[in-house]
């Protein structure tokens, strides 16, 4: 296992395209979570999921953006009729358990809207 | 209010030179990350701790948990040591981590 992967590393898109970001977590962790970084600032909380159920959205996720994570493996962040405030850095991370458990996280997904 | 603080939020520093980051935190918690992110990267774990100090390196970290404050060292500095650290806590409640906004480390040759 190479630990958390996300795909694509970048994208760029015209404003009003939607958007589809990828997570792959270490695979036996049920944790995974989604935050977005903009620059200069600490990564900010999404979305959380607990192997396949959705247990918490921040309000910061619109009625654009939508994450799935069917059959608990990998998730998928979807952001629809990108606007230029949504270029950030979108970043996941898994965790095996509960609390005080060891956090991975990967690589992020740089958007860029213009 | 943010539930990390961090300092200082810019560092520079001559080759060589001992570095401290701080990190307090104002909820309880079940463990306490730092992290690594370098320009343009993703984010790299350094360090997972609930209780005293680990050592990985030149890269020392401690906690004081009554406290409620980290630290994080690095000896020996080298400009390849040039990156955003970020202090990021588990908390006791709630299902997210909360971060703390980074200090930018330069380190000059």
């Known amino acids: 296992d190479t630990g958390v992967s996300q795909d694509p590393r970048h994208k760029i898109t015209k404003r009003g395209q939607n958007v589809t970001f990828r997570c792959d977590p270490i695979s036996e962790h049920n944790r995974l979570y989604w935050y977005r970084q903009t620059l200069g600032q600490g990564p900010e909380f999404l979305t959380y999921f607990q192997n396949e159920a959705q247990l918490e959205k921040s309000r910061l996720l619109s009625d654009r953006f939508s994450a799935e994570r069917p059959k608990g493996s990998f998730s998928t962040l979807e952001i629809q009729r990108t606007e230029q405030g949504d270029s950030a850095m979108y970043l996941c991370?898994?965790?095996?358990?509960?609390?005080?458990?060891?956090?991975?996280f990967g690589q992020g997904t740089r958007l860029t809207v213009v | 209010k943010n539930e990390v603080e961090q300092s200082p939020q810019n560092l520079t520093a001559q080759e060589g030179e001992f570095i401290t980051i701080n990190c307090s935190y104002s909820?309880?918690?079940?463990?306490l990350h730092w992290l690594q992110q370098h320009p343009g990267g993703g984010i790299v774990s350094l360090f997972m701790l609930s209780s005293g100090k680990k050592k990985h390196g030149r890269l020392i970290a401690t906690i004081n948990i009554q406290e409620k404050h980290s630290s994080l060292h690095i000896t020996a500095s080298h400009p390849r040591d040039s990156a955003v650290y970020i202090c990021a806590v588990d908390p006791n409640t709630g299902n997210q981590f909360y971060f703390g906004t980074g200090t930018s480390l330069t380190v000059i040759p």
């Open positions: 991370a898994s965790q095996t358990g509960g609390g005080g458990t060891e956090a991975f």
């Open positions: 909820v309880g918690i079940s463990a």
